[in-house]
């Protein structure tokens, strides 16, 4: 089996830089025929020319110019990885993978991330899927963290962390005539259409509780673990959707749609899950830090003055 050689590459990307031989072996410092021993034993590993001879230089080839991409983030990795094992900041691009639960609200995925969206630096990758696939991501190394609806169970075999990053009221929303029905919660609900979230979902569990408990049964219109889609079900006008408020906010002030109750019992929660890694992705940190930091400006605001005392 043809192995990759690392110096390999890094002399690829000098003639590459170059498109001349004699050029890139003079920054190397070795010798042109040193090097050019060097660049056919890469392309006799990777079975293909990856320069053409021209009388001008050379000129890459289409397997030279794939190649040459794969080579330039590989020695960007190398690079990040020295950093992180000698525990330097990252000059360099750094990259933040996030796994997103299907059923998070995407104006929350955005406040949380914004920070980072805004540093120049940094390159971030979002991944959607069901939580269990994303923490399986994530112990693989594939993501660096997973925003969820929900904690994760920690045992001996996943030593990760759930971290309370905010917990948003729940609602039932619909198009502005549905507030003129004056339907009463839970007790009027009698086949009353709704939009839910899917049976995965604590406020799900929560809404049908209520409701057994009140003797109601609504009429089911339609179930989703998209947050999204939700939203624009309920923008159809046919039923009232149970949401976070944070999810239809814009619908709400641009007043598309209208909230009808508030349900004080149901709490959406908004969880980031984190490994327990010697070496963790530094900005996960920063932006757990800051929700913490503004989900306890947000609780000693809601304290009474008289409590406060």
Known sequence: M??????????????????????????????????????????????????????????????????LGYAEEIARSGEELMDVMQHRPHCGQQILRVGAVATLSRNFLLEFLRPALHMPEVETVIRSGAQRDLLVAMHAHEVDMVLSNQSARRDAG?????HLLAEQPVSLVGVPAWKKKRLRFPEGFRDIPV??????????AAFDRLTAAAGARPRI???????????????EGEGLALVPTVVVRDEIESGILVETHRIPQIQETFYAITPSRRF????????????????????KSRIPASQKR
């Not at 990307?13 to 010798?31: D, G, M, P, W, Y």
């Not at 963790?280 to 929700?291: A, C, K």
């Open 2 to 67: 043809p192995f990759l050689n690392y110096h390999h590459l890094r002399y690829f990307r000098f003639i590459a830089r170059e498109l001349n031989l004699t050029r890139a072996a003079e920054k190397l410092n070795l010798s042109p025929p040193a090097l050019s021993i060097q660049l056919k034993q890469l392309e006799e590993s990777l079975g293909h020319p990856l320069f053409e001879r021209e009388r001008s230089g050379l000129k890459l080839t289409e397997a030279g110019r794939l190649a």
């Open 158 to 162: 996943r030593p990760w962390h759930s």
């Open 195 to 204: 939009i839910l979230p899917s049976l995965e979902s604590n406020t799900r």
């Open 221 to 235: 219109l339609a179930e989703v673990d998209d947050m999204a889609m939700l939203r624009l079900l309920a923008r």
């Open 280 to 299: 963790p992705n530094p900005i996960v940190g920063e932006l757990v830090n800051r929700m913490a930091e503004m989900k306890n400006r947000t609780s």
